[in-house]
C-alpha cells in the first residue's frame, strides 16, 4: 500500500520506537502535522522552535534515546539552529525534520524559504533535503542510525512540502551502513595492553571523565577502575554524574572553576586517563602548561578528537564502556598511596568554600539547599554563567543523567525548555532548573509549554539584576565597567509565574531560603522560586582566561 510522505515520516518514527515529538507548526509542515492528528505519537507544543530543540535535548539526555523535533521552513527551520548547536557542541542525539517548500521553489527566495541544510551545515552530524519520496524511508533510518551511534549528534532531515504529500510505497530497512563509518572505533588488544603497562607504572594517575561517559552508559566500568587501581576521578561539566561526587577518589570539576584540588591534581599527575572528554579549553586553560608532566591515555570514540589539543601516548579510539571492558582486567594496580595523601591534603587546604553571613542571600547558599533537600534522582537542568558554576560546584551529582547543561556552546534559555523536555522523558522525576534572571528572560515562554504539559517543573532563579558571570569578568578584568550587564528592571517573576499560572514564591533574605523551597518542592505543580541573590558575588575559584590552571584566584 502507498502511504504519503507525511505517512511514511509518522511510520518511520513508529518504527525507531519514537514516542515524543517536540514541535510548531506551520504551513509547510501542515500535512505532517495533519498525519500526526492521527498518530500515537504524543506532541509537545513549545512557544518557540528554540524552545522545542531544547527539549528535545534535555529528553535526549535525560534519557540516552534520540530526541526529536518538528518545525516548519524559514523561521521555523531557523529558529532551530541554536539548539542544533547546542545538541552538536555537546554531542546529543537529535534528529530534526524541517519543513521546505516545494521543490519547484527552492532557490527562489519563495516565501519561507531558508537553506536550512547550508545555514547548518558545522553544527550537524549529517543533513539531508530529500527530492523523492522514495528516498524518505531510507533516509530517516539513516538519520536515527547517525545521530545515536558513534559521536552523537544532531542530524536534520529537510522536507519539501511537496515530499510529504508525494506516495511511495513504505519499506524500512532493516538496516544501514555507511561506507567509511565505524562508529565503534578501530583500537586493537595491543594498544590496550600498552595502556594498561602505563597505568600500572604510574605513581600519580588521574582519571579524567566527560560527556563521552555519559554517551557510553559507562559509569560502572569508570567506578570499577577507579576503585580497582585507586585512581582518583575529576570530571568535566558535561561528565557531572559519572562518578558520584561523594566519593572520597571524587575531584569533583576541573578546569576554568573547577575545584583547586582538582587542578592542582591534572597538573601534577604523570598519567592522565581520559575518558571520553575532549581537552576542552575551558578545562586545559593555557596548553603549553597544561600536565606538564603527564602521559596521555585518550579513550574516545571520535578518532578526531584524539591529539585535537594536547600530545596522546596511548590512543583508544572506541566506545568508552568497550575498552574499559577489556583495560580493565589488564592493568596491574599502581601504587598510589602518596598521591592520594597528597590529594588529601590539598583538599583540607583548598576546599570549595564561601560565608553566608549578614542580610543578603549567597547564591551557593541556595544551591547547596537545593541539593539537601532535593535526593539523588532529582534531574537538575542549569542554564548558563554563574548560576550554573555554582551548581556545577555545590550541587553534588550521584549519577549520570541527572546534571543537565550547555556546556561546549554555553547557551543561555536552555535550562528552561531542557527541563520540559526531561520530565517528559522522566515523568517520575524531579525536574529543577537552576537560572539566572538573565538566562531564565530568554526562553521564558516555555513556562506557557509546562503548563499545558501540566509538567511539575521547579524553577530556581539566582535573581542577582545583572547578566553576572559577564559582570564578574568586568569587574575583575575591565575595571568594573558594567558595560551593558545591568538586567533592570527584572520583572516581578512571582507575578509572571502566577500570569501564566504557576505558583511562585520569593526568598529575600537568608531565612526565607529553606522554608522558600521546602514549600515550593512541596508543591505537586510547577513551582518558581525567586531567590534574590548578593548583587555583586562571584564564582570562585577561577582561572583567568589565558592562563595556566594552577594560577586559580580566589581558590
Ligand atoms: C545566548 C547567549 N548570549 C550571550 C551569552 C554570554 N553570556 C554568558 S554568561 C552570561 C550572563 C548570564 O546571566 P544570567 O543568566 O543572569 O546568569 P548569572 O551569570 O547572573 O548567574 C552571558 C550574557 C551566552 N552564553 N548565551
Same mark, same amino acid.
Given at each position: 500500500?502507498?502511504?504519503?510522505?507525511?505517512e511514511?515520516?509518522?511510520k518511520?518514527l513508529?518504527?525507531e520506537?519514537?514516542?515524543?515529538?517536540?514541535?510548531?507548526?506551520? /504551513?509547510?509542515?501542515?500535512?505532517?502535522?495533519?498525519?500526526?492528528?492521527?498518530?500515537?505519537?504524543?506532541?509537545?507544543?513549545?512557544?518557540?522552535?528554540?524552545?522545542?530543540?531544547?527539549?528535545?535535548?534535555?529528553?535526549a539526555?535525560a534519557?540516552?534515546?534520540?530526541?526529536v523535533?518538528?518545525?516548519?521552513?524559514?523561521?521555523?527551520?531557523?529558529?532551530?539552529?541554536?539548539?542544533?548547536?547546542?545538541?552538536?557542541?555537546?554531542?546529543?542525539?537529535?534528529?530534526?525534520?524541517?519543513?521546505?517548500?516545494?521543490?519547484?521553489?527552492?532557490g527562489?527566495?519563495?516565501?519561507?524559504?531558508?537553506?536550512?541544510?547550508?545555514?547548518? &551545515?558545522?553544527?550537524?552530524?549529517?543533513?539531508?533535503?530529500?527530492?523523492?519520496v522514495?528516498?524518505?524511508?531510507?533516509?530517516?533510518?539513516a +538519520?536515527?542510525h547517525?545521530?545515536?551511534?558513534?559521536? =552523537?549528534g544532531?542530524?536534520?532531515?529537510?522536507?519539501?512540502?511537496?515530499v *510529504?504529500?508525494?506516495?511511495?510505497e513504505?519499506? %524500512?530497512p532493516?538496516?544501514?551502513?555507511f561506507?567509511?563509518?565505524?562508529?565503534?572505533?578501530?583500537?586493537?588488544?595491543?594498544?590496550?595492553?600498552?595502556?594498561?603497562?602505563?597505568i /600500572?607504572?604510574? =605513581?600519580?594517575?588521574?582519571?579524567?571523565?566527560?560527556?563521552?561517559?555519559?554517551a557510553?552508559?559507562?559509569?560502572?566500568?569508570?567506578?570499577? @577502575?577507579?576503585? *580497582?587501581?585507586?585512581?582518583?576521578?575529576?570530571?568535566?561539566?558535561?561528565?557531572?554524574?559519572?562518578?558520584p561526587?561523594?566519593?572520597?577518589?571524587? &575531584?569533583?570539576?576541573?578546569g576554568?572553576?573547577? *575545584?583547586?584540588?582538582a587542578?592542582?591534581?591534572?597538573?601534577?599527575c604523570?598519567?592522565?586517563?581520559?575518558?571520553?572528554?575532549r581537552?576542552?579549553?575551558?578545562?586545559?586553560?593555557?596548553?603549553?602548561?597544561?600536565?606538564?608532566?603527564?602521559?596521555?591515555?585518550?579513550?574516545?570514540?571520535?578518532?578526531?578528537?584524539?591529539?585535537?589539543?594536547?600530545?596522546?601516548?596511548?590512543?583508544l579510539?572506541?566506545?568508552v564502556?568497550?575498552?574499559l571492558?577489556e @583495560?580493565?582486567p589488564?592493568?596491574?594496580?599502581?601504587?598510589?598511596?602518596?598521591?592520594?595523601?597528597?590529594? +588529601?591534603?590539598?583538599?583540607?587546604?583548598?576546599?570549595?568554600?564561601?560565608?553566608?553571613?549578614?542580610?543578603v542571600?549567597?547564591?551557593?547558599?541556595?544551591?547547596?539547599k537545593i541539593?539537601? @533537600?532535593?535526593?539523588?534522582e532529582?534531574?537538575?537542568?542549569?542554564?548558563?554563567?554563574?548560576?550554573?558554576?555554582?551548581?556545577?560546584?555545590y550541587? =553534588?551529582?550521584?549519577?549520570?543523567?541527572?546534571?543537565?547543561?550547555?556546556?561546549?556552546?554555553?547557551?543561555?534559555? %536552555?535550562?528552561?525548555?531542557?527541563?520540559?523536555?526531561?520530565?517528559?522523558g522522566?515523568?517520575d522525576?524531579?525536574?529543577?532548573?537552576?537560572?539566572?534572571?538573565?538566562?531564565f528572560?530568554?526562553?521564558l515562554q $516555555? @513556562? +506557557? *509549554?509546562?503548563?499545558?504539559c501540566?509538567?511539575?517543573?521547579?524553577?530556581?532563579?539566582?535573581n542577582?539584576?545583572?547578566?553576572g558571570?559577564?559582570?564578574q569578568?568586568?569587574?575583575?578584568?575591565?575595571?568594573?565597567r558594567?558595560?551593558?550587564t $545591568?538586567l533592570?528592571?527584572?520583572p516581578?517573576?512571582?507575578? &509572571?509565574?502566577?500570569?501564566?499560572g504557576?505558583?511562585g514564591?520569593?526568598?529575600?533574605?537568608?531565612?526565607?531560603?529553606?522554608?522558600?523551597?521546602?514549600?515550593?518542592?512541596a508543591?505537586p505543580?510547577?513551582?518558581?522560586?525567586?531567590?534574590?541573590?548578593?548583587?555583586?558575588?562571584?564564582?570562585?575559584?577561577?582561572?583567568?582566561?589565558g592562563?595556566?590552571?594552577t594560577?586559580?584566584?580566589?581558590g
Amino acid at each position: 500500500m502507498k502511504l504519503t510522505g507525511a505517512e511514511i515520516v509518522i511510520k518511520a518514527l513508529e518504527y525507531e520506537g519514537v514516542e515524543v515529538v517536540f514541535g510548531y507548526p506551520g /504551513g509547510a509542515v501542515i500535512p505532517l502535522y495533519d498525519k500526526l492528528y492521527d498518530s500515537s505519537l504524543r506532541h509537545v507544543l513549545v512557544r518557540h522552535e528554540q524552545g522545542a530543540a531544547h527539549a528535545a535535548d534535555g529528553y535526549a539526555r535525560a534519557t540516552g534515546k534520540t530526541g526529536v523535533v518538528f518545525a516548519t521552513s524559514g523561521p521555523g527551520a531557523t529558529n532551530l539552529v541554536t539548539g542544533i548547536a547546542t545538541a552538536y557542541m555537546d554531542s546529543v542525539p537529535l534528529v530534526a525534520f524541517t519543513g521546505q517548500v516545494v521543490l519547484s521553489s527552492i532557490g527562489r527566495d519563495s516565501f519561507q524559504e531558508a537553506d536550512i541544510t547550508g545555514i547548518t &551545515l558545522p553544527i550537524v552530524k549529517h543533513s539531508y533535503l530529500v527530492r523523492d519520496v522514495d528516498q524518505l524511508a531510507a533516509t530517516i533510518r539513516a +538519520a536515527f542510525h547517525l545521530a545515536g551511534t558513534g559521536r =552523537r549528534g544532531p542530524v536534520l532531515i529537510d522536507l519539501p512540502k511537496d515530499v *510529504t504529500l508525494a506516495q511511495a510505497e513504505f519499506s %524500512y530497512p532493516p538496516q544501514v551502513s555507511f561506507r567509511g563509518y565505524r562508529p565503534s572505533g578501530d583500537c586493537n588488544t595491543s594498544q590496550i595492553y600498552k595502556a594498561a603497562k602505563a597505568i /600500572g607504572m604510574s =605513581r600519580k594517575p588521574v582519571i579524567y571523565a566527560g560527556g563521552g561517559v555519559v554517551a557510553s552508559e559507562a559509569a560502572e566500568e569508570l567506578r570499577e @577502575l577507579a576503585e *580497582t587501581a585507586r585512581i582518583p576521578v575529576t570530571t568535566t561539566l558535561m561528565g557531572k554524574g559519572v562518578f558520584p561526587e561523594e566519593h572520597p577518589l571524587s &575531584l569533583g570539576m576541573l578546569g576554568m572553576h573547577g *575545584t583547586v584540588y582538582a587542578n592542582y591534581a591534572i597538573s601534577h599527575c604523570d598519567l592522565i586517563i581520559a575518558c571520553g572528554a575532549r581537552f576542552d579549553d575551558r578545562v586545559t586553560g593555557r596548553l603549553d602548561t597544561f600536565a606538564p608532566q603527564a602521559k596521555i591515555i585518550h579513550i574516545d570514540i571520535d578518532p578526531a578528537e584524539i591529539g585535537k589539543n594536547v600530545r596522546v601516548h596511548y590512543p583508544l579510539n572506541g566506545d568508552v564502556k568497550t575498552i574499559l571492558r577489556e @583495560l580493565i582486567p589488564r592493568i596491574e594496580l599502581p601504587q598510589t598511596e602518596e598521591w592520594i595523601e597528597q590529594i +588529601a591534603r590539598w583538599k583540607k587546604e583548598h576546599p570549595l568554600s564561601y560565608r553566608q553571613e549578614g542580610e543578603v542571600i549567597k547564591p551557593q547558599y541556595v544551591i547547596e539547599k537545593i541539593c539537601e @533537600l532535593v535526593g539523588e534522582e532529582a534531574i537538575v537542568t542549569t542554564e548558563v554563567g554563574q548560576n550554573q558554576m555554582w551548581a556545577a560546584q555545590y550541587y =553534588r551529582v550521584t549519577r549520570p543523567r541527572r546534571f543537565i547543561t550547555s556546556g561546549g556552546l554555553g547557551t543561555m534559555g %536552555y535550562g528552561l525548555p531542557a527541563a520540559v523536555g526531561a520530565q517528559i522523558g522522566c515523568p517520575d522525576a524531579l525536574v529543577i532548573n537552576i537560572s539566572g534572571d538573565g538566562s531564565f528572560q530568554m526562553n521564558l515562554q $516555555e @513556562l +506557557a *509549554t509546562i503548563v499545558q504539559c501540566r509538567l511539575p517543573v521547579k524553577i530556581a532563579i539566582l535573581n542577582n539584576g545583572y547578566l553576572g558571570m559577564v559582570r564578574q569578568w568586568q569587574e575583575l578584568f575591565h575595571n568594573k565597567r558594567y558595560s551593558q550587564t $545591568e538586567l533592570i528592571p527584572v520583572p516581578d517573576f512571582v507575578k &509572571l509565574a502566577e500570569a501564566y499560572g504557576i505558583a511562585g514564591f520569593r526568598a529575600r533574605r537568608p531565612e526565607d531560603v529553606v522554608p522558600v523551597l521546602e514549600r515550593g518542592l512541596a508543591h505537586p505543580g510547577p513551582v518558581l522560586m525567586d531567590f534574590v541573590v548578593d548583587r555583586e558575588e562571584n564564582v570562585y575559584p577561577m582561572v583567568p582566561p589565558g592562563e595556566s590552571i594552577t594560577k586559580m584566584v580566589g581558590g
